[in-house]
């Protein structure tokens, strides 16, 4: 099956900073999505990205498909933000196949 | 806004019940599914459904069984719940529809419920 990458496995910021998460994948893919898990476990959507650049408020995100990766942009970090950041890919069919996440923290 | 509703945040239930995770969406959107969330294991697909009555495998059915009598709604059950069935259970939905086996593609976004924490004693 296809490979997700993420990296880096932990991140933790300064309340203001900026930050990039990577996810790659191993094959061609036609949907590719980035959730952010709170503390209460519900998965949150951010982004609905298979290919292209999309930005919301402080997030924003590019995939490079052609290249197998994508990346997640966050500006000026607040704690609110802290938690874990997923990458989930699919080639042509019906499953996501998730990254094992971006733990981020975000201290005061 | 898209709203998936899973019945329980939080269950606790004893070896050998039977249990009853129920999830329902209001986009009218085709395809369920259900995974669970353990630490180190990360997402694992349990079932899916494409269409009202149908349901394929996903990663690891072993222990589960669905129901999808209603489109807007999927059930997962247990019929014998193990210690090892403790797990966070995620349930989602998406729009696009047809079997993989048909041919048929899944292009749409997934949004996801609140999650259900089990615990099996």
């Known amino acids: 099956g296809i490979q997700v990458e993420q990296s880096p496995p932990d991140l933790i910021l300064q309340e203001g900073a900026n930050s990039t998460l990577r996810c790659n994948f191993s094959?061609?893919?036609?949907?590719l999505q980035w959730f952010h898990q709170n503390p209460w476990g519900q998965l949150i959507n951010l982004f609905y990205?298979?290919?292209g650049t999309k930005q919301n408020g402080r997030l924003s995100a590019t995939t490079v498909a052609t290249e197998r990766y994508s990346l997640l942009y966050i500006s000026s970090s607040q704690t609110t933000d802290s938690g874990v950041y997923f990458c989930?890919?699919?080639?042509?069919?019906?499953?996501?196949?998730f990254g094992a996440g971006t733990t981020v923290t975000v201290r005061a | 806004d898209v709203k998936v509703t899973q019945s329980s945040r939080y269950l606790v239930k004893r070896t050998g019940e039977k249990v009853f995770l129920e999830c329902v969406q209001d986009m009218d959107h085709e395809n369920m599914f259900w995974y669970r969330q353990d630490p180190g294991l990360g997402l694992r697909l349990i079932y899916f459904?494409?269409?009202?009555?149908m349901k394929e495998k996903g990663d690891i059915p072993e222990g589960y069984s669905v129901s999808r009598e209603k489109k807007e709604r999927f059930s997962l059950i247990l019929e014998s719940a193990s210690t090892n069935q403790t797990s966070m259970y995620l349930c989602?939905?998406?729009w696009g529809g047809g079997s993989r086996l048909a041919g048929g593609e899944f292009t749409g976004e997934l949004f996801f419920g609140e999650g259900s924490r089990l615990t099996v004693l």
């Open positions: 094959d061609s893919v036609n949907n």
């Open positions: 990205i298979p290919s």
């Open positions: 459904s494409y269409d009202v009555k």
């Open positions: 989930a890919v699919a080639p042509n069919d019906y499953k996501l196949s």
């Open positions: 989602a939905s998406s």
